[in-house]
């Protein structure tokens, strides 16, 4: 709250592009040709994606991507304009296949923040996009403490287990972080071939 989300408030247009622009540079110069993550930027939503793909495709660099959909900063309207910067997104990537006339070096994930700010609106909403775009949920789950305590607190439930009601867990399914999944989290990511990107040292900075 301190920094990271006063950062994503601060990016434009402009400043995302060169964003991209200078973090691909950095990623060719280290000899890593492949990032997956999300982006956040709550003041420049629809076309963020777009932006961030072009800044890739001007270095080279191969991508999967989303935006990360909460209702931290503005409530349900924020919900809604993440999840149709998702569709749209995964929908100019299908285009941009067909055409062919570009090298098919981005993806598209639909993206989610942690799941305690995405409310039980916000996953039927990525539920709906997920089948809409063919798309696996990209989403970072306890990475602290906090995220699991919240889902039980006030749903009851462990973390993927109340993803798993609103059918977003399955073979496309990326979750991120992992620190303090349950073992019928991990369990339940094995049961659906989900994808677990472990960060063993997630906020140690």
């Known amino acids: 709250k301190n920094l990271w989300w006063r950062l994503d408030r601060a990016l434009d247009e402009e400043s995302l592009y060169y964003s991209g622009l200078i973090c691909s540079l950095e990623a060719i110069k280290s000899g890593c040709t492949s990032v997956i993550d999300h982006h956040a930027s709550p003041a420049y939503i629809g076309g963020s994606l777009s932006t961030l793909r072009d800044a890739f495709l001007k270095v080279g660099l191969r991508a999967m ?5 909460t209702d931290r900063n503005n409530g349900i309207k924020e919900l809604q304009e993440g999840v149709e910067e998702n ?4 929908r100019q990537i299908d285009e941009a ?10 993806e598209a994930h639909i993206g989610a ?10 996953l039927e909403m990525l539920r709906e996009a997920v089948k809409a775009t063919g798309r696996g949920l990209h989403i970072h789950a ?9 889902s039980h607190h006030w749903y009851g439930k462990d973390l993927l287990a109340r993803l798993a009601q609103f ?3 399955d073979s496309k399914t990326l979750v991120a972080h992992g620190l303090y999944l349950s073992k019928d989290d991990i369990a339940l990511l094995n049961q659906r071939d989900a994808f677990l ?5 997630s906020n140690m900075n």
Do not use: M
């Not at 991507?65 to 959909?69: A, G, K, S, V, Y």
């Not at 569709?87 to 995964?90: E, S, V």
């Not at 296949?97 to 981005?106: G, R």
């Not at 990107?197 to 040292?201: P, T």
């Open 65 to 69: 991507t989303c935006f990360e959909t």
């Open 87 to 90: 569709i749209r997104f995964a």
């Open 97 to 106: 296949k067909k055409a062919a006339t570009e090298p098919y070096l981005v």
């Open 113 to 122: 923040h942690a799941p305690f700010t995405v409310p039980d609106a916000g």
């Open 142 to 150: 306890a990475e602290d403490l906090y995220d699991v305590s919240y």
């Open 167 to 169: 059918d977003l867990i």
């Open 197 to 201: 990107v472990h960060n063993a040292r």
